[in-house]
């Protein structure tokens, strides 16, 4: 996968913006980065296979999980396309992998993100999505912390999607 993107100290204002929504994001190397996955999941896992070179799931994550597979596991673990510094987003886009899924229906998710894709803002993001969504006729998800509702009156977290997020972010 290209890294098209300079972080230009995105990681820093990412993180924090990330965590005022409940997200722990943390900077791996790529040899940190397998063992980093393991250390945050909780099992059964399922992922989607990560798109860079040297970085891989590990053997305890299941990847191509059948429908039983998805619903059984605690946690999932994606890579994200993409991060947004200002909102403290991450996009996930739907795959061949099941990526989508995976980053929805697990109670716990853990993103796995390349330094050089985050970007300082929405306008920046938007120039992604034109460039790289129209070429594939893609779909992309922007995240922002864990799901939560407050249809109900009281706000409930994990009723569309993960109740917690992390995302790891490989320099």
């Given at each position: 996968m290209a890294h098209q993107h300079s972080s230009g100290?995105?990681?820093?204002?990412?993180?924090?913006?990330?965590?005022?929504?409940?997200?722990d994001v943390r900077r791996?190397?790529?040899?940190?980065?397998?063992?980093?996955?393991?250390?945050?999941?909780?099992?059964?896992?399922?992922?989607?296979?990560?798109?860079?070179?040297?970085?891989?799931?590990?053997?305890?994550?299941?990847t191509d999980p059948t429908p039983a597979e998805l619903s059984a596991a605690t946690t999932g673990v994606t890579a994200a396309s993409l991060a947004i510094a200002d909102y403290g987003s991450v996009v996930l886009r739907a795959d061949e992998h099941g990526s989508e899924p995976i980053s929805l229906f697990t109670d716990h998710h853990v993103a796995v993100l390349h330094e050089d894709d985050i970007v300082p803002d929405m306008p920046a993001a938007f120039?992604?999505?034109?460039?790289?969504?129209?070429?594939?006729?893609?779909?992309a998800i922007i995240a922002t912390g864990p799901s939560a509702t407050a249809d109900m009156g009281?706000?409930?977290?994990?009723?569309?999607?993960?109740?917690?997020?992390?995302?790891?972010?490989?320099?």
């Open positions: 100290g995105g990681y820093e204002a990412f993180a924090a913006t990330a965590a005022e929504y409940g997200v791996v190397s790529p040899e940190e980065a397998e063992a980093a996955i393991e250390g945050a999941v909780d099992q059964p896992a399922v992922g989607a296979l990560l798109p860079w070179d040297g970085v891989a799931l590990p053997a305890a994550v299941t120039d992604w999505f034109g460039e790289t969504l129209r070429e594939s006729r893609d779909s009281a706000l409930v977290q994990g009723a569309h999607g993960p109740k917690t997020v992390e995302v790891l972010v490989v320099a």
